[in-house]
């Protein structure tokens, strides 16, 4: 399984840009998908996350600023992000916990993608 994300880049305060991360590879269901970032000098957090059912949970700073969004169809999740801030710059990586079928039986993996760089700068 694989996970590949696409999307990041430069842009001005207050502009917009949307991730995307498409999942392949053996898959039988995806359930929760999310998206985290990790700033220099700082831990790794959550920005969004995703059910299966289309349930969503969004950290504080970028409510009402970020929305995220599934094709379950397509095994892919997107960032829409915008009115961006300097303090938005990070790397962005998506996750998802996918099942597959292995070793007789279905289990439940998370995977991580390789991440995207964001970067909010005049």
């Known amino acids: 399984v694989q996970l590949v994300e696409s999307g990041g880049g430069l842009v001005q305060p207050g502009g917009s840009l949307r991730l995307s991360c498409a999942a392949s590879?053996?898959?039988?269901?995806?359930?929760?998908m999310g998206w985290y970032r990790q700033a220099p000098g700082k831990e790794r957090e959550l920005v969004a996350a995703?059910?299966?059912?289309?349930?969503?949970n969004y950290a504080g700073p970028v409510k009402c600023r970020f929305t995220i969004s599934r094709d379950n169809a397509n095994n892919t999740v997107y960032l829409q992000m915008n009115s961006l801030k300097p303090e938005d710059t990070a790397v962005y990586y998506c996750?998802?916990?996918?099942?597959?079928?292995?070793?007789?039986?279905?289990?439940?993996?998370?995977?991580w993608g390789q991440g995207t760089q964001v970067t909010v700068s005049s």
């Open positions: 996750n998802a916990d996918i099942v597959s079928w292995d070793y007789g039986r279905y289990n439940e993996y998370r995977y």
């Open positions: 590879g053996s898959i039988f269901r995806i359930n929760v």
């Open positions: 995703i059910t299966s059912g289309g349930n969503t």
